[in-house]
């Protein structure tokens, strides 16, 4: 089962990647409202790097399966680190460490149950307040991050099977990306023009809920 997990993990990268290919040029003119316009590009670049090194890495843990397991966790980590090297940009350096973290806190040897899961997507959203200090308001990723992480944990422990778990978290999250349309930049490089920017939703909080959304199958399948 896990090194099933880690080419799963691999997959989780790769959906990732079709899906801000697609929404690049969005993020973009969202991107361009207050902030400087790259975030389509970063994320473009971030992803594809870290696809490039998840598959190297699932290549090295199959090689090395026999005496050491599976690899998840090193497939995320190496795309995180890949990610953050290559995107540019302060959402890049906030993925990059947060999927490591998610992949240290999977581990390499067995499949994650919800719970295991569960930690892995606190440890995620953990590392991005951490090192970028925003708070929920402050019209960043945060805003769809957290409530994602909160809404899967909760239906975890209430016995939600993970699949379904994590859709119900991505539905909030991407209404959460969507309402942050209201709030004024607290943080970040859209902050001298946060007034242009209220009505148009965070670009960092809509791709993350968008990318959040098309892995899920691959880490609950
Ligand atoms: P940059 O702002 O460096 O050009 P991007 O355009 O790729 O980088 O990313 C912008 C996004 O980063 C914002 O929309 C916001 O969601 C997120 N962001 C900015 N600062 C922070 C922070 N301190 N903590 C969390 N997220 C942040
Ligand atoms: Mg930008
Ligand atoms: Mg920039």
Same mark, same amino acid.
């Given at each position: @089962? ?10 989780? +990268? ?5 899906? %801000? ?11 361009? +409202? ?31 399966? %026999? ?57 995620? @959203?953990?590392? +991005? ?20 992480? &909160? ?27 969507? @309402? ?9 490089? @859209? ?8 009505? &148009?939703?965070?670009?960092?909080? &809509? ?15």
């Amino acid at each position: @089962a896990s090194r099933a997990y880690a080419a799963a993990c691999a997959a989780a +990268i790769g959906a990732a990647r079709t899906s %801000l290919h697609d929404a690049e040029e969005r993020l973009g003119r969202l991107d361009a +409202i207050a902030g400087d316009g790259d975030h389509g590009r970063g994320m473009v670049r971030g992803v594809d790097a870290a696809a490039e090194a998840a598959a190297a890495a699932l290549e090295q843990a199959a090689a090395a399966a %026999l005496e050491q397991g599976a690899g998840a966790g090193d497939v995320l980590a190496a795309a995180g680190d890949a990610w953050a090297d290559k995107a540019g940009g302060t959402s890049g350096v906030l993925w990059g460490a947060a999927l490591r973290a998610f992949g240290e806190t999977l581990g390499n040897s067995t499949a994650p149950g919800a719970p295991g899961l569960a930690a892995g997507v606190a440890a995620f @959203a953990d590392r +991005i307040v951490q090192l970028g200090k925003a708070e929920t308001g402050d019209k960043t990723m945060v805003d769809a991050l957290l409530p994602f992480a &909160t809404a899967f944990s909760r239906a975890v422990a209430e016995g939600v099977e993970p699949g379904r778990a994590w859709q119900e978290a991505a539905q909030e999250s991407a209404a959460a990306a969507e @309402a942050t349309a209201d709030l004024l930049p607290l943080k970040g490089r @859209a902050r001298p023009l946060a007034e242009k920017s209220l009505g &148009t939703p965070d670009p960092g909080a &809509t791709s993350l809920a968008m990318v959040f959304a098309v892995m899920g199958p691959h880490f609950t399948g």
